[in-house]
């Protein structure tokens, strides 16, 4: 098994994309032939197709009588690593050598191709193990301790998604998302337990210096007891203070309904910045503080996305819940026992692939997700140019489409894109 994984972290490469199908189905089972006894050695770990960088120097030697250094040239010059090198010059040196050995040329010129699939990026197989370590301890992780993992994820700030869908991931695993939090909260996002904690990190525009300030009063002094106790303490900006109001920081000390007043004590607070002052404004009683209704529903959720970039305290399909609740969906869950059929499923989108076909088309493997699960879709050329400019990351979306499958792996294929409005 670590081998095959081995195997996988090196042939998934952009330039690779046509062998990698290929290796695939021999990897499961599929009968394969080498393309010469001389590659016997060379290639059989890999099922006959060339995966590791090394192989290249190997193959060149063996087939084409490339020395060592020659072989080794070679593979720095199509993996880019050498410049000023012609590689028309190699590919004839390549199939000249080979014909000089017996070996035609449609086999010499197949091999070729293999060496062209390295072009790009590509490893060798040290380098591949030690990704493939990596991938085997990071599942290891996520699978027994999926909150501190997926939050270590997003505050690496390095991962292929975004927040918000390992967010999404981490709910599907049973792990709860708690919002940022003046007294819990640190800069980085935390997780522990069943639970991660929203980091200041992810508060748009807020500070570094000002989260880092807060944390040390907080560690040194202890916690906040009320926003009031926060401005008495902290010379925070007001620009700083608000952001941390509207992203929900003193909900857990105040309620959600005191938000306008805060934010009207944020104001007033910064209009007389001495300490006295502050402690008289807001200790004197409570007739010196508005009466303010509470933000309704929909403004609390809209300072949630401002503040954060995104919905956490919810799945965003939640919202569309009535509208949804009346069109025949297929969950992406149960995508896979609808195989052959045409079904419209309900999405987010998460991340895009544009490519082009061979003849230069422009395409797009799409990942939705939905609350069960994620899903990959192909919108190809015909339906890419009709829908291409609906999909972004602000609004759900319906997908009709069928449902295909490929080494057990269900993609749509998507004829029709909708936009789903709210009720």
Not at 34 to 58: C, F, K, M, N, W
Not at 175 to 185: K, R
Request: hydrophobic share 40%; net charge positive; glycine share 8%.
């Amino acid at each position: 098994l670590f081998e095959h994984l081995v195997m996988a972290s090196s042939i998934i490469r952009p330039a690779a994309n046509s062998w990698i199908q290929e290796f695939t189905a021999r990897m499961r089972g599929k009968p394969w032939k080498s393309l010469h006894p001389l590659l016997d050695d060379i290639l059989g770990e890999t099922y006959g197709i060339a995966v590791y960088q090394e192989q290249i120097t190997r193959m060149a030697m063996a087939l084409a009588g490339f020395s060592a250094s020659e072989g080794d040239l070679l593979r720095k010059i199509v993996t880019k690593k050498s410049r000023g090198q012609k590689l028309e010059n190699y590919m004839t040196r390549f199939i000249e050598g080979a014909a000089r050995r017996g070996i035609s040329k449609e086999t010499s010129s197949l091999c070729w191709e293999q060496i062209l699939s390295f072009s790009g990026y590509s490893f060798c197989k040290p380098h591949s193990a030690s990704y493939a370590l990596v991938s085997c301890k990071a599942a290891w992780l996520k699978a027994n301790y999926p909150a501190p993992f997926l939050a270590a994820v997003i505050s690496n700030q390095g991962g292929f998604y975004s927040p918000f869908a390992y967010l999404s991931e981490a709910r599907r695993a049973g792990v709860g998302i708690l919002p940022p939090d003046i007294n819990a909260s640190r800069w980085e996002y935390t997780g522990k337990g069943k639970s991660i904690r929203i980091g200041f990190m992810q508060i748009q525009g807020l500070s570094r210096d000002t989260a880092k300030a807060l944390i040390r009063e907080r560690e040194g002094k202890g916690p906040f007891h009320s926003f009031a106790d926060f401005l008495r303490r902290m010379r925070t900006g007001l620009s700083d203070a608000t952001l941390l109001i509207r992203a929900g920081c003193f909900d857990a000390l105040e309620g959600i309904s005191k938000r306008p007043v805060l934010q009207w004590m944020n104001l007033a607070g910064h209009r007389e910045r001495s300490q006295a002052a502050t402690r008289d404004l807001f200790h004197d009683g409570p007739g010196n503080i508005p009466e303010a209704p509470p933000y309704d529903e929909k403004t609390v959720l809209n300072q949630e996305i401002d503040t954060l970039g995104m919905l956490a305290s919810r799945h965003p399909l939640t919202l569309y819940s009535e509208t949804l609740g009346r069109i025949r969906l297929v969950p992406a869950s149960e995508m896979g026992r609808h195989v052959g059929k045409t079904i419209t499923m309900a999405g987010w989108w998460i991340a895009g692939k544009p490519v082009r076909t061979k003849h230069g088309e422009p395409m797009e493997f799409v990942t939705f997700e939905d609350t069960t699960a994620t899903f990959e879709a192909t919108l190809f050329p015909g339906a890419y140019a009709r829908f291409c400019q609906k999909l972004n990351r602000e609004r759900p979306f319906l997908l009709r489409g069928v449902v295909e499958e490929q080494m057990g792996t269900p993609t749509l294929n998507v004829a029709w894109v909708g936009v789903i409005g709210k009720t």
